[in-house]
């Protein structure tokens, strides 16, 4: 008796040995499942799944090599004290000298010989690696040898040594932008709200009070994949930018829909998410998208995602069959080739040949 109760003993505990390893980790790969745990406390289920008629809005973009950023600086002004150089812009007024015949109250540009020129009435005076404290009294003392007494205020109108900071700016390799004479800034794994702040801070080094404004000029870092079985000739892997609003029929028709060596047979595979121990597996129903208009299963696709399209295995088999059959068929045509020669020569001889 005791061996037949072990006997029944030892089915029993393998059944729940694999009923409790199929209730725990991953699910079955081909099976369809939610990536969050519903919460019906908040209000009613929503599948985080987007679909044609149901998109979602994806997070904040992160910014990664080799995006594209497009920053213009607003706001460029150079910490003091400012060292004059030529071709910057100098606003200089003067009260006491020939006022009504020349005023002195314009812009004036430095030249290359680092002067000014403050008319024929004035002439010239040297500025050029002078503070804009040292300049005015350059150019009082200059004028008080005509008009004593007089009284000069200059400023800074455009400095040319600032570099503007405006276009295309790559994100290199290294994760950084580069800014030029101000350097470069890591912006890897920023919003578009944070390299701003980032930059900003860069800029605070050599200016006062920067303000630029990033945006996004080319998302060419969040892709997702089209992986097209070859039915034994070679899978085809083609990479598709994320425009936050592609499906499963848009990624489809942008690689010209199926091939002759597809099937039907069409899933997302979906990277596990935040809160995911696995992968996320959404089946397709094609026909239903293409023959019904069933928008259920035509998926929004989202950074990460591999559509895979399986292929025809009536296709694969034929493809398996002629890597056997078509040496083999090479074979027998070079021997039939041959066989067919030499009755000829046998027969008609070597000149028949012509």
Do not use: W
């Not at 006997?7 to 729940?16: D, G, H, Q, T």
């Not at 800034?185 to 980032?198: D, I, M, P």
């Amino acid at each position: 008796m005791t061996n037949i109760h072990f006997s029944y003993r030892r089915p029993l505990m393998a059944a729940l040995g694999l009923l409790v390893l199929a209730t725990t980790g991953c699910t079955a790969f081909m099976a369809p499942r939610e990536p969050f745990p519903m919460n019906p406390v908040q209000g009613p289920p929503v599948n985080p799944a987007g679909r044609e008629k149901d998109m979602v809005t994806l997070p904040p973009y992160v910014i990664e090599p080799p995006d594209i950023l497009l920053i213009n600086a607003v706001k460029i002004v150079p910490k003091p004290p400012h060292v004059i150089e030529p071709f910057d812009g100098l606003l200089v007024r003067a009260i006491g000298a020939d006022d009504q015949r020349d005023p002195i109250g314009n812009a004036y540009f430095v030249d290359p010989e680092g002067k000014i020129d403050l008319g024929p009435s004035y002439g010239r005076v040297e500025v050029a690696n002078q503070t804009i404290d040292d300049a005015q009294e350059s150019i009082r003392r200059h004028l008080s040898q005509l008009y004593p007494g007089v009284e000069v205020s200059v400023s800074l109108g455009v400095s040319a040594g600032a570099q503007q900071i405006v276009g295309e700016h790559l994100v290199g390799m290294d994760g950084r932008v580069n800014l030029g004479t101000y350097g470069s800034v890591y912006v890897t794994g920023l919003t578009v709200e944070e390299a701003k702040a980032r930059i900003e801070e860069k800029l605070s080094e050599y200016l006062v009070d920067p303000e630029v404004v990033v945006d996004i000029f080319s998302y060419n870092s969040k892709k997702y994949y089209i992986i097209t079985q070859g039915a034994g000739f070679g899978d085809n892997i083609v990479t598709a930018p994320i425009t936050g609003n592609d499906t499963v029929l848009d990624a489809i028709a942008s690689i010209g829909g199926l091939s002759q060596l597809s099937s039907t047979r069409i899933y997302i595979a979906r990277p596990a998410q935040p809160g995911m121990d696995c992968e996320q597996i959404l089946e397709v129903d094609y026909e239903g998208i293409t023959q019904g208009a069933v928008t259920e299963t035509n998926y929004q696709l989202l950074p990460g995602d591999r559509l895979f399209i399986a292929e025809d295995r009536m296709r694969k088999f034929d493809g398996v069959l002629s890597r056997f059959t078509q040496p083999m068929e090479r074979v027998f045509g070079f021997v039939s080739l041959g066989t067919a020669t030499l009755n000829r020569i046998t027969r008609y001889g070597l000149g028949s040949l012509n």
